[in-house]
């Protein structure tokens, strides 16, 4: 059964900084891509940001660039982190993991085979 389990999520502070994980399990993500995404009350889910099976590629939204970074160990098994710095109040959400095979547009969530349950963030102004 695959899973993605993210973990990391709470409240924080305007300007804090928190580190988020999200563990693959299941079968092997050789060859997957995987993103975040967030999604606030009443808004829909938003592109957060998205790492190539290597590591070699990342992409990130426009309001997290220069702010947020994404990383994986593929080492045993795979495992992807998004440091966030800086944090905003507009930054609270409930964070995604996703995994999705191969190609496509990184940004647009349909396009993504699997999906975490989500981590709440809120960030205290």
């Known amino acids: 059964q695959v899973q993605l389990v993210e973990s990391g999520g709470g409240l924080v502070q305007a300007g804090g900084s928190l580190r988020l994980s999200c563990a693959a399990s299941g079968r092997s993500f050789s060859g997957y891509r995987m993103g975040w995404f967030r999604q606030a009350p009443g808004k829909e889910r938003e592109f957060v940001a998205a790492?190539?099976?290597?590591?070699?590629?990342?992409?990130y939204g426009d309001s997290v660039k220069g702010r947020f970074t994404i990383s994986r160990d593929n080492a045993k098994s795979t495992t992807v982190y998004l440091q966030m710095n800086s944090l905003k109040p507009e930054d609270t959400a409930v964070y995604y993991c996703?995994?999705?095979?191969?190609?496509?547009?990184?940004?647009?969530?349909?396009?993504?085979?699997?999906w975490g349950q989500g981590t709440q963030i809120t960030v205290s102004s």
């Open positions: 790492i190539s099976w290597s590591g070699a590629m990342t992409y």
């Open positions: 996703a995994a999705k095979r191969g190609g496509g547009i990184v940004e647009a969530p349909h396009e993504y085979d699997y």
